[in-house]
């Protein structure tokens, strides 16, 4: 399979002559070559979406700019099982994920083009003399810098609000995974959106993404992926002093305490940990728990998770990373419940075994960082407080959880834990409707919900003298 860059409303080959080889993570085979975009190639992506901007995507009326997302969410809908086996090969995710990531994107794109006519301003009481109001305008040229967990997932948490806002679109998938949002293109014209609104450059982060990030026809940019990159994408923003929304990784703690629902837990806690192989930002990673439930909880954890069978992680090098880290803190005394490796009989694919570790060195790598794969630490914890200080201790802040029936307990965790999300009883709680993002390495802004549109539009005030 050969695929090219989707500019201007039509498919056609990248001018850097470079292409991306991508894998099937579960095979380890070749499964498509796909064009490579190359700073020329972006720069007439971002000149297409700058036209669209000023052509017939603004004179759009907002309720007509709604129904083609509506008519966008429907085309998605239909070829969704085809989308989802796309998806599933590219990411090696069981088939039955990628249905959930398509069902989600397909709610995304729906709930966003509710939005598109309820954008509303805002009238200022000055006084008797002046009538002031503010307008929300379309912030620009948005370019959508994507990761390869959940390709169009991402894709369409910041592209549907971007549209639906009056945005045009810059989006660079990830170099692994850039076959979906391709796919996605290919709907786009069906549904009414005219060339130019929604570009796809495929391409490596260093060209494609920093000719994104530095081209001076972008107005914003919103950055779903690592810590490293995301500082870097913010200090290419900083030259041009665009706004960044910055949705990094998480080490996401969840407190168990003695007075828990431990049957409740151990529904949760599989797709919490395990779910697409671990790879989630939001994943729970280190299960902190109440110091007499320990013994019980890592037996029955240890039930329930050493057979599971899990997708492969994405490529060869993270899992060659995710082994490192295991190695380290093994050397330092850690103590492997469960997996730690490769699983046996599976010879090819870039598979990974469940795994619970505890005893787990604080200064270790596995300790502080975050592992992107199934492993869960397993940690002790005292009362309430040091519950807090070792929950807080973490460098980053997505998500916190806490599993207990004192109400109020919950409630003051719930204020003091450093996270953007904090769930109570549950996780993966929320939906399209409710706000995400960070706080500390985590990054900052929010997606998802009514906040996920206002990073889209800039506040224009009008005054009038009466
Ligand atoms: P990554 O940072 O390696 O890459 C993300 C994207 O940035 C890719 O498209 C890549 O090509 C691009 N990129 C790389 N270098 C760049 C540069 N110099 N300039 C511009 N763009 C560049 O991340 P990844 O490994 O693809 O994704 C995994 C990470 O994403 C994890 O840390 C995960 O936690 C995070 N993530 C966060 C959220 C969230 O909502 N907070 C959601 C999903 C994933």
């Excluded at 706000?435 to 998802?448: A, L, M, Q």
Aim: proline share 7%; aromatic share 6%.
């Amino acid at each position: 399979m050969r695929a090219e860059l989707f500019v201007d409303g039509a498919f056609r080959p990248a001018t850097s002559g470079t292409r991306l080889l991508v894998l099937d993570p579960a095979s380890e085979e070749p499964l498509a070559e796909v064009d490579a975009a190359g700073p020329v190639d972006v720069h007439e992506a971002v000149e297409a979406a700058a036209r669209a901007l000023r052509g017939p995507w603004a004179g759009l009326a907002t309720a007509e700019r709604g129904a083609r997302l509506f008519a966008l969410a429907a085309g998605i809908e239909r070829v969704a099982e085809d989308l989802a086996r796309l998806e599933a090969r590219n990411t090696g995710k069981p088939l039955a994920e990628a249905r959930d990531d398509l069902a989600g994107v397909v709610k995304t794109f729906r709930y966003n083009a509710g939005a598109a006519d309820k954008l509303e301003g805002a009238t200022i009481p000055l006084g008797p003399e002046v009538l002031d109001l503010t307008l929300l305008e379309p912030l620009g040229v948005t370019a959508h810098i994507l990761p390869w967990n959940f390709p169009l997932g991402m894709l369409a948490r910041s592209l549907a609000p971007a549209l639906a806002a009056g945005c045009t679109a810059v989006v660079k998938p990830a170099e692994e995974t850039p076959l979906t949002a391709l796919a996605f293109a290919e709907l786009l014209a069906e549904a009414g959106i005219p060339p130019g609104v929604v570009n796809v450059v495929p391409g490596t982060g260093e060209v494609a993404g920093e000719a994104l990030c530095r081209h001076p026809l972008v107005a914003g940019i919103t950055f779903t992926g690592s810590v490293a990159t995301g500082r870097r994408v913010m200090a290419l923003a900083a030259e041009r002093a665009i706004p960044v929304v910055l949705e990094l990784g998480g080490k996401n703690p969840l407190l168990v305490f003695a007075d828990a629902d431990l049957d409740r837990l151990l529904a949760e806690i599989v797709p919490a940990a395990f779910e697409n192989a671990g790879q989630v930002c939001s994943a729970a990673s280190r299960l902190l728990i109440q110091a007499p439930l320990v013994e019980e909880l890592a037996t029955r954890l240890v039930e329930r998770v050493a057979g599971l069978e899990l997708g492969p992680l994405i490529s060869a090098a993270q899992r060659a990373r995710v082994l490192d880290m295991v190695a380290e803190a093994r050397a330092g005394g850690a103590r492997i419940l469960c997996g730690g490796g490769p699983p046996a009989g599976r010879p090819r694919g870039f598979f990974f075994a469940p795994t619970l570790v505890c005893d787990v060195p604080p200064g270790c790598r596995l300790a502080r960082e975050e592992v992107f794969a199934p492993v869960l630490l397993l940690e002790p914890f005292t009362d309430e407080a040091d519950a807090l200080a070792r929950a807080n201790a973490a460098g980053f802040g997505l998500v916190a959880g806490v599993f207990t029936r004192d109400l109020s307990r919950a409630l003051r965790l719930a204020r003091a834990l450093e996270a953007g999300s904090v769930w109570i009883n549950g996780w993966y709680l929320g939906g399209q409707q409710a706000p995400t993002g960070g706080v500390k390495d985590s990054g900052f802004g929010r997606e998802r919900g009514l906040p996920g549109l206002l990073n889209y539009v800039r506040i224009k005030n009008l005054a009038i003298r009466l």
